[in-house]
């Protein structure tokens, strides 16, 4: 079964850190993108950040450009997302995705293999 799994999600106060881990399994690392996204509630999914597995090629919302590191080890099979400068805004769950092909805008449409989440709480 091909499937990717979330871990790291946690409880931080304002500007703290956290590093969420994204593990596939069932399939050749190498040939899928990798998002991101979180949704509170009532408000569009949006993509958070992206990297290509084939090349390395990354995509960050604009909001979390210079704080949050997306990055890959393939080795593990497992893509990181390493927010750091939290906001209490930022809480949310916190998906992690994976598509066939690379999009430089990271839509979730373009994700058809979802995790189940995991839950990030900053707290003010």
């Known amino acids: 079964e091909v499937q990717v799994v979330e871990s790291g999600g946690g409880l931080v106060q304002a500007g703290g850190s956290l590093r969420l881990s994204c593990r596939m399994s069932?399939?050749?690392?190498?040939?899928?993108?990798y998002g991101w996204f979180r949704r509170a509630p009532g408000k569009v999914r949006e993509g958070v950040s992206c990297?290509?597995?084939?090349?390395?090629?990354?995509y960050y919302t604009d909001s979390v450009k210079g704080r949050f590191t997306i990055s890959s080890d393939n080795a593990r099979n497992t893509v990181y997302l390493q927010m750091n400068n939290l906001k209490p805004e930022e809480t949310d769950v916190y998906f992690c995705?994976?598509?066939?092909?690379?999009?430089?805008?990271?839509?979730?449409?373009?994700?058809?293999?979802w995790g189940q989440g995991t839950q990030v709480t900053v707290s003010s």
């Open positions: 990297i290509s597995g084939v090349d390395g090629r990354t």
């Open positions: 069932g399939s050749t690392f190498e040939d899928w993108t």
């Open positions: 995705a994976a598509a066939e092909v690379w999009s430089s805008r990271c839509p979730s449409d373009y994700f058809g293999l």
